[in-house]
């Protein structure tokens, strides 16, 4: 896989891609996910000490953010690093609306990131180190102590917690 020593070397890379595979598709975005929440955690976010929320990656989770088509592509063409490097089926959220079963309450965020991750120390401390999360640290150790083959271990959706947009908790 290539190493960019730049943001304008990788820009410049994706649209030379791009331009040599016109039919290769691009995930479409999702205006607005809703997903069911504890209050609890909906109030440590408004707090501004949950930065990150997370979903298994499991079928339910797949169907809404994984783009058929992108992984499609992504499928046809996985000899092809560039295509690794450059294809992402996950589908960007602009904004997540979560509220709990009884809509008696409702928090609406904006996310700046969205994407998944492996329970393995690279990605773990990648948490660490890009979003000071320990959310998974006792998992992690949990799979080393057991020795789960790393392509064996879950996957988790991950949504970076931007600004509040509207709630009406109080």
């Not at 690093?81 to 997540?96: A, E, M, P, S, Y």
């Not at 999360?133 to 949990?142: N, R, V, Y």
Request: hydrophobic share 40%; glycine share 2%.
């Amino acid at each position: 896989m290539a190493k960019f020593n730049s943001l304008e070397e990788f820009s410049t890379a994706y649209k030379q891609y791009y331009e040599k595979h016109p039919d290769a598709p691009i995930a479409q975005g999702i205006g607005c996910l809703n997903l069911i929440m504890k209050r609890v955690w909906a109030e440590k976010i408004l707090a501004g000490t949950k930065k990150l929320e997370f979903r298994e990656y499991k079928p339910f989770y797949i169907k809404k953010l994984i783009d058929p088509a992108v992984e499609e592509w992504i499928d046809n063409h996985v000899d092809d690093d560039d295509t690794l490097t450059f294809c992402n089926d996950i589908r960007q959220v602009k904004k997540i609306h979560f509220h709990d079963y009884n809509n008696s309450w409702y928090l609406d965020i904006e996310v700046t990131y969205n994407d998944i991750f492996g329970v393995n120390a690279e990605d773990i401390n990648m948490l660490h180190e890009k979003y000071d999360c320990h959310d998974f640290d006792e998992d992690l150790k949990a799979l080393d102590a057991a020795d789960v083959p790393i392509d064996e271990r879950p996957w988790v959706f991950y949504f970076v917690c931007g600004r509040v947009i509207s709630t009406n908790l109080k």
